[in-house]
């Protein structure tokens, strides 16, 4: 039983400091999760949509879709989660438009057509360069940023720096470190890279905020949303728990739907 023990305390030394040495390389790995397209790729959405291409920086190219509506309210401007490219996310954000806005997706650098690689501050740059060509571009009353997952840390990011109309987040986290740590306690042994930290983005914030969170989230568990609800200002902020939701259904469920609705239709 001793040696037994021995053997075991041992091999939990080496993984614990496997991760110690190798941890940020693992973590980037499993946070960003791109699918690259080819260049000559042609998106196939039910609505139709403009194609796009910004230089945010040398020999970064950000793909990105506007999704047109008649006499938009405003613009949504799309953050999506940290898995595929626009061919999927494009069809998923595209449904916002429904509620008379036009809707641009964004795929960050590394992800489908854009070029570059991924990383935190790479991300946080091209949203900041994106959104402030776009801006000069068109002439909308109303922007609208949406951050969905991963997301949701960029959202929350641009809307630090340039205050939104409105903000939704679904399925956030607190700030990536702390939920890194909620799964991965020997992050907090080495320095941290990918950090995102939504809560301080947000601090001060004077704009409305919709957060959307399932109860059986577990990717990001509902508690990171609720942690981050309760970090804000709560006259802005309005957190929704939709029972039984999980990090990919959401939008199966009409609270999800009534929700964003009213949020966007609220003066």
Known sequence: ????IKIGGSACIIIALILVFFGNKIIENIIFRPIKLAPSHIFNFEKQFEEFNVQTEPDVNINFVRFKTANPKGAILYFHGNKDNLQRWGGIASELGDYGYDVFVIDYRGYGKSTGTPSESGMLKDAKVIFEHLNKKYAYQNWIFYGRSLGSGVAAYLASIHAPYKLILETPYYSMEDLITYYYYPYRWHQNKICFPTNKYLAGNLFPVLILHGT??????NEQGKKLFLSLGRERVKMIHIKHGNHHNLSDFSEY?????SFLSKK
């Open 1 to 4: 039983m001793l040696k037994a």
């Open 257 to 261: 739907w009534f929700a964003i609705e």
């Open 216 to 221: 059986d989230d577990r990717v990001i568990p």
